[in-house]
């Protein structure tokens, strides 16, 4: 069975315990995470992106994670638009090329160390928590301000990348796991993906593609939903940022914690 198409509540054929006289710190180092249950923790990355893009989208007009929109943004910019916000297609291309650069980099560090072992999926997710720390840290000391009066300022071009790397490297881990119908930074192909789904009315055990693509793009919603009151608070747009970042090092965590894949199961769920 393809990693894609695994049930997510179907139990991994063998035992999931260590094998005789192999340690829990040999496994972190060795073995690879369980795929079991991972949809959960890329679910709750599209809650990470909802949060991201909400608050950025709308102080400084741009996205942080869905790449589409600074496409149109870039190339709106070749008529000096939109209004007010002339510079608005240099930000989009920053975001568009860190994404590419954080993809590229999962990627190729993917050639070096095992994408799905506990440690390599760690580091990852700690990496862009510390991301996304370090942008809502620029923008909470007031060094990457609001657009204010049609007034832009350069130094969004430092914090912007951050997110924009982190969510190409996000993205990526999601491939990695076979999870491909969550791309995690994009509905478009989803809301496709599900309109054009022979077995969208199957019952809930029938048809677990569905049930992530339904599950990601409820879960972006209610995080941009979120992200869009927290910008309205005091504390505005870092308070959607260090929930985001809260929301990564528990899964950095979790991959630390998750159980490992026997030999039995490899030869069903590994991508």
């Known amino acids: 069975m393809a990693a894609q198409d695994r049930p997510i509540d179907v139990e991994v054929d063998g035992d999931e315990k260590s094998p005789?006289?192999?340690?829990?710190?040999?496994?972190l180092w060795s073995r690879n995470v369980n795929l079991r249950?991972?949809?959960?923790?890329?679910?709750?990355?599209?809650?990470?992106?909802?949060?991201?893009?909400?608050?950025?989208?709308?102080?400084?007009?741009?996205f942080a994670t869905m790449q589409t929109g600074?496409?149109?943004?870039?190339?709106?910019?070749a008529s000096n638009q939109p209004t007010g916000h002339p510079h608005a297609w240099l930000q989009a291309l920053m975001a568009i090329l860190f994404f590419f650069f954080g993809s590229l980099l999962t990627g190729q560090i993917s050639k070096i160390l095992p994408p799905l072992r506990h440690t390599t999926l760690a580091l990852s997710f700690l990496l862009q928590t510390?991301?996304?720390?370090?942008?809502?840290?620029?923008?909470?000391?007031?060094?990457?301000?609001?657009?204010?009066?049609?007034?832009?300022?350069?130094?969004?071009?430092?914090?912007l990348p951050m997110l924009s790397f982190q969510a190409g490297m996000q993205s990526v881990t999601a491939r990695q796991l076979g999870l491909n119908e969550i791309p995690t930074t994009v509905l478009t192909s989803v809301y496709c993906d599900l309109g054009n789904d022979s077995k969208l009315f199957a019952g809930f055990r029938d048809n677990?593609?569905?049930?992530?693509?339904a599950g990601a793009a409820a879960s972006l919603i209610v995080g941009a939903i979120i992200g869009g009151w927290l910008s309205r608070t005091s504390d505005g747009m870092p308070a959607a940022l260090w929930s985001a970042a809260g929301i990564k090092f528990c899964i950095s965590v979790a991959w630390l914690l998750w159980s490992s894949e026997t030999s039995a199961g490899s030869k069903h769920h590994s991508p």
């Open 37 to 62: 249950w991972t949809t959960i923790p890329i679910i709750l990355c599209c809650s990470c992106s909802g949060l991201i893009d909400s608050c950025i989208f709308n102080v400084w007009g741009v």
């Open 130 to 159: 510390v991301l996304i720390v370090t942008a809502a840290a620029l923008v909470e000391s007031g060094v990457a301000p609001n657009i204010t009066n049609g007034k832009e300022y350069f130094i969004q071009l430092v914090p």
């Open 20 to 27: 005789a006289g192999t340690s829990r710190t040999h496994d």
């Open 70 to 77: 600074n496409t149109v943004i870039l190339a709106l910019g």
């Open 208 to 213: 677990w593609k569905r049930n992530r693509r």
